[in-house]
């Protein structure tokens, strides 16, 4: 399984930008699909989580301002982030579960100036 992330980049405070991420190879469906950042000298830390069937879960930092998403017909998640604070700042990786065995993506910058 090869995720590939994409749409991070520089964004002012308060502005807004959506990652997205697709799930490839030989598979069908993926389970879980989730986004986790990690910030200079800090551990990386759940952002979110969604299944393929029910509801997203988010970090309380983030709650209300992120949301994801995802279409399961191409294993593809997309997380919307609005009202970024520079705290925001971090690489961003995407991440599912298929088979049992985790996943992650290459990782994503985003950078929020102040």
């Known amino acids: 399984v090869q995720l590939q992330a994409s749409g991070g980049g520089l964004v002012q405070a308060g502005g807004s930008l959506t990652l997205s991420c697709t799930a490839s190879?030989?598979?069908?469906?993926?389970?879980?699909m989730g986004w986790y950042r990690q910030a200079p000298g800090k551990q990386r830390d759940l952002v979110a989580l969604?299944?393929?069937?029910?509801?997203?879960r988010y970090s309380t930092s983030v709650e209300g301002r992120f949301f994801t998403s995802r279409v399961n017909a191409n294993n593809t998640v997309y997380l919307q982030m609005n009202s970024l604070k520079p705290e925001d700042t971090a690489v961003y990786y995407c991440?599912?579960?298929?088979?049992?065995?985790?996943?992650w993506g290459q990782g994503t910058l985003v950078t929020v100036s102040s």
């Open positions: 991440m599912t579960v298929y088979s049992g065995e985790d996943y």
């Open positions: 190879g030989s598979i069908l469906s993926v389970g879980i």
């Open positions: 969604i299944p393929s069937r029910g509801s997203p």
